[in-house]
């Protein structure tokens, strides 16, 4: 059915030949399973799924390169990726196998994507579960080496972790009752917990290198002719996890964009927000992955009403094929806008997809698809959401109390606010690469002075959002004045009893009627407490200033205290930044060029403003909806419209 819908991209797992001392290599498996695929679709174009994971023996034969948690049993056993002899092991095997299939296949072959870890995404084993790994003898000596050429010397790690008896030669692995504890509340403490800090950032930088590693091993076995694709860098989507983002050693994403054998980064659609009616968001930063010359791609595993089984997902099953395809177009649209790769994908193997009425509304699709083909629009979104990696690493175990709301579910507001966003990296948005009205920091948390003088200067005109802790802290210690500095607000530390924020009178003049946060204390927690009555949006249950907005010499800049945002607090900082809203209502909303990507997210007409005077067009049907600044669409919830600006004729 794809190739009838001229889809000829084809994502499959093959196997990878990895025989024990002594055994002959037998290809005919691997090649068996291309040729399924060509069998089914003569022009298929491969691109092998290809999983890293070391056999039986070989584990058996290097038990201090396999991975050890903290408590057990596990669900998986999988190889440590700080052991050096799996990665040489590996991309041998991995070297071999893109050598053979290019020498038996090569004409019909896309691209490789080498697939390793939990569910082959390149994040470790057990993210989402109670335990902790890292206690493996591969583990340990890959954290000395790490420590040795950070600090160079006992003298230096003894001062950075304000430890007389920590020895390089000595350093272990910080216990699990020290990286399940959080001392210092949401966020660990660079004073006295350097030692929890630095062993985050070291599990960053081995997942990152290892998927570095590899995929230095296909560029090179395929001289630079092929794509490469991992999946890498939900840092979004991590955000929820609850022993802290960094278990997933996702966090080094800069340094996988900075990787010159990498071409495609992907993951799923995020499995939150992204049923019927919602907003499909993106797991990553994905803007700034188009900023460092990479493809984002999602793949697509929605549950459509032939979907079986509880995989992920499952919770947001459809029921009908009209249903389905109204997503399906939904996120295929958005990609298309958004400038992302996608593939549709069976995740339980049992015909999601074997409906041609699916495959039919990939085909009209052409229409969108095709025009941006031929011209090119980059995405350039007024709204900014920008995400700082080393802030992350430093969320301690239960961090997700602010990590959760303030960063995972932010999309769902960020999505329904009424115009289009992008998502970024801050060190993008501090090097001006990012040209928005409206600059969401989501987790400015850490930076240094450097930094700072760089982000206020790179989004000076622009309304400034500033969320939780801003500046709160420095590479090595904490600087409450430096968040006066970002936000133009003095910001010290409360106590209320719930970090719940509830619209003043100020705020509901503005539009404000829902209150936010989190039902219970975080810790730290800060609120505005030099913001007069008319710039306080938001007040905790103690009274104090949680949501306050000033305009100083360099533009509005808007105080967030508890975690989280609502599409009408965006609304009405978006009002201010002169954001084009194109609807004044809560609708998940895409827009690049003369393109327009609307779904529901409730019944009801809805009111669209284009901002120009174009006809406006239903790109899918063809019929013309009237002539812009305004149009009036009766909609109903998980419904997807695709509009298109058209120029009047001038007679």
């Given at each position: 059915?794809?190739a009838?819908?001229?889809v000829?991209?084809?994502s499959?797992?093959?196997?990878?030949?990895?025989p024990?001392?002594?055994?002959?290599?037998?290809w005919s498996?691997?090649?068996?399973?291309?040729?399924?695929?060509?069998e089914a679709?003569?022009?298929a174009?491969?691109l092998?799924?290809?999983?890293?994971?070391?056999?039986?023996?070989w584990?058996?034969?290097?038990?201090?390169d396999?991975?050890?948690?903290?408590?057990?049993p596990?669900?998986?056993?999988?190889?440590d990726?700080?052991?050096?002899?799996?990665l040489?092991?590996a991309?041998e095997?991995?070297s071999?196998?893109?050598?053979?299939?290019?020498?038996?296949?090569?004409?019909?072959?896309?691209?490789?994507?080498?697939?390793?870890q939990?569910?082959?995404?390149?994040?470790?084993?057990e993210?989402?579960?109670?335990?902790?790994?890292?206690?493996?003898?591969?583990s340990?000596?890959?954290w000395?080496?790490?420590?040795?050429?950070?600090y160079?010397?006992?003298?230096?790690?003894q001062a950075a972790?304000?430890?007389?008896?920590?020895?390089?030669?000595?350093a272990?692995?910080?216990s699990?009752?020290?990286?399940?504890?959080?001392?210092?509340?949401?966020?660990?403490?660079?004073?006295?917990?350097r030692?929890?800090?630095?062993f985050a950032?070291?599990?960053?930088?081995?997942?990152a290198d290892c998927?570095?590693?590899?995929?230095?091993?296909v560029?090179?076995?395929?001289?630079?002719?092929?794509?490469?694709v991992?999946?890498?860098?939900?840092?979004?989507?991590?955000?929820?996890?609850?022993n802290?983002?960094?278990?997933?050693?996702?966090?080094a994403?800069?340094?996988?964009l900075?990787?010159?054998?990498?071409?495609?980064?992907?993951?799923?659609?995020?499995?939150?927000?992204?049923?019927?009616?919602?907003?499909?968001?993106a797991?990553t930063?994905?803007?700034?992955?188009?900023l460092?010359?990479k493809?984002?791609?999602?793949?697509?595993?929605?549950?459509?009403y032939?979907?079986?089984?509880t995989?992920?997902?499952?919770?947001?099953?459809?029921?009908?094929?009209?249903?389905?395809?109204?997503?399906l177009v939904?996120?295929t649209?958005?990609?298309?806008?958004?400038?992302?790769?996608t593939?549709?994908?069976?995740?339980?193997?049992?015909?999601?997809f074997?409906d041609?009425?699916?495959?039919a509304?990939?085909?009209?699709?052409?229409?969108?698809?095709?025009?941006?083909?031929?011209?090119?629009?980059p995405?350039r979104?007024?709204?900014?959401?920008?995400i700082?990696?080393?802030s992350m690493?430093?969320?301690?175990?239960?961090?997700?109390?602010v990590?959760?709301?303030?960063?995972?579910?932010?999309r769902?507001s960020?999505?329904?606010m009424?115009t289009a966003?992008g998502?970024?990296?801050?060190?993008?948005?501090?090097?001006?690469r990012?040209d928005?009205k409206?600059?969401?920091?989501l987790?400015a948390w850490?930076?240094?002075?450097?930094?700072r003088?760089?982000?206020?200067?790179?989004?000076?005109?622009?309304?400034?959002?500033?969320?939780?802790a801003?500046?709160?802290?420095e590479?090595?210690?904490?600087?409450?004045?430096?968040?006066?500095?970002?936000?133009?607000?003095?910001l010290?530390?409360?106590?209320?009893?719930?970090?719940?924020a509830?619209?003043s009178?100020?705020g509901?003049?503005?539009?404000?009627?829902?209150?936010?946060?989190v039902?219970?204390?975080v810790?730290p927690?800060?609120?505005a407490?030099?913001a007069s009555?008319?710039?306080?949006?938001?007040t905790?249950?103690?009274g104090?200033a949680?949501v306050a907005?000033r305009?100083?010499?360099?533009?509005?800049?808007?105080f967030v205290?508890p975690?989280?945002?609502?599409?009408?607090?965006?609304?009405?900082?978006?009002?201010?930044?002169?954001v084009?809203?194109?609807?004044?209502?809560?609708c998940n909303v895409?827009?690049?060029?003369?393109?327009?990507?609307?779904h529901?997210?409730?019944?009801?007409?809805l009111?669209?403003?284009t901002?120009?005077?174009?006809?406006?067009?239903?790109?899918?049907?063809?019929?013309?909806l009237g002539?812009?600044?305004t149009?009036?669409?009766?909609m109903?919830?998980?419904e997807?419209?695709?509009l298109?600006?058209?120029?009047?004729?001038?007679?």
């Amino acid at each position: 059915m794809a190739a009838e819908a001229g889809v000829d991209l084809v994502s499959f797992p093959v196997s990878l030949p990895w025989p024990g001392p002594g055994k002959e290599i037998d290809w005919s498996g691997v090649d068996a399973q291309c040729r399924t695929v060509i069998e089914a679709n003569p022009n298929a174009l491969l691109l092998p799924r290809i999983g890293l994971g070391a056999p039986q023996w070989w584990r058996e034969a290097h038990p201090d390169d396999v991975m050890v948690w903290d408590r057990g049993p596990q669900k998986h056993v999988d190889v440590d990726v700080a052991s050096p002899v799996y990665l040489h092991d590996a991309a041998e095997r991995l070297s071999a196998l893109v050598e053979h299939l290019e020498a038996k296949f090569g004409q019909q072959i896309a691209g490789y994507h080498p697939c390793g870890q939990n569910t082959g995404e390149w994040f470790y084993q057990e993210t989402w579960g109670p335990a902790l790994n890292g206690y493996s003898a591969a583990s340990r000596q890959a954290w000395r080496r790490w420590l040795k050429a950070r600090y160079a010397g006992d003298e230096r790690l003894q001062a950075a972790w304000n430890d007389p008896r920590a020895r390089l030669e000595a350093a272990e692995v910080p216990s699990p009752a020290v990286r399940r504890s959080s001392p210092a509340g949401v966020l660990r403490d660079p004073a006295s917990e350097r030692a929890l800090i630095d062993f985050a950032e070291f599990q960053q930088e081995t997942m990152a290198d290892c998927v570095c590693h590899f995929a230095r091993a296909v560029r090179q076995a395929t001289k630079g002719q092929k794509l490469v694709v991992f999946f890498y860098g939900y840092v979004f989507e991590f955000a929820a996890v609850h022993n802290g983002p960094s278990t997933s050693g996702h966090y080094a994403l800069r340094r996988v964009l900075d990787c010159p054998d990498i071409d495609v980064l992907c993951s799923p659609i995020s499995y939150f927000d992204r049923g019927l009616g919602e907003s499909a968001p993106a797991m990553t930063a994905a803007e700034s992955v188009a900023l460092a010359g990479k493809m984002w791609l999602y793949e697509d595993d929605t549950s459509t009403y032939l979907s079986t089984g509880t995989l992920p997902g499952s919770r947001e099953r459809v029921l009908t094929v009209e249903e389905s395809s109204a997503q399906l177009v939904r996120n295929t649209a958005q990609c298309a806008l958004r400038n992302f790769g996608t593939w549709w994908m069976d995740l339980g193997a049992t015909a999601w997809f074997e409906d041609r009425r699916m495959w039919a509304e990939m085909a009209r699709l052409k229409v969108l698809d095709e025009p941006l083909l031929k011209t090119p629009v980059p995405f350039r979104p007024e709204v900014a959401a920008v995400i700082d990696e080393s802030s992350m690493i430093r969320v301690a175990f239960g961090g997700e109390q602010v990590t959760r709301p303030g960063v995972y579910e932010v999309r769902r507001s960020l999505g329904r606010m009424g115009t289009a966003y992008g998502q970024y990296l801050l060190d993008d948005a501090a090097a001006e690469r990012v040209d928005a009205k409206m600059h969401v920091l989501l987790t400015a948390w850490c930076l240094s002075p450097e930094r700072r003088r760089q982000l206020l200067e790179s989004t000076r005109g622009s309304l400034r959002i500033w969320c939780y802790a801003p500046g709160y802290q420095e590479p090595g210690h904490s600087n409450p004045e430096a968040m006066r500095e970002l936000t133009g607000f003095r910001l010290p530390a409360v106590s209320p009893a719930k970090a719940w924020a509830e619209p003043s009178e100020a705020g509901k003049r503005l539009g404000m009627t829902s209150g936010f946060g989190v039902d219970h204390p975080v810790k730290p927690l800060f609120a505005a407490v030099d913001a007069s009555p008319a710039e306080t949006l938001a007040t905790y249950p103690d009274g104090s200033a949680a949501v306050a907005i000033r305009q100083t010499a360099d533009g509005w800049s808007l105080f967030v205290g508890p975690p989280g945002l609502t599409p009408e607090l965006l609304r009405l900082a978006a009002r201010k930044a002169g954001v084009h809203l194109f609807t004044d209502r809560d609708c998940n909303v895409c827009s690049s060029g003369p393109f327009l990507v609307l779904h529901a997210s409730q019944d009801g007409p809805l009111t669209v403003n284009t901002g120009r005077t174009d006809a406006v067009v239903d790109l899918l049907s063809g019929n013309r909806l009237g002539n812009g600044p305004t149009i009036r669409l009766p909609m109903k919830r998980g419904e997807t419209r695709v509009l298109r600006y058209l120029a009047l004729k001038r007679e």
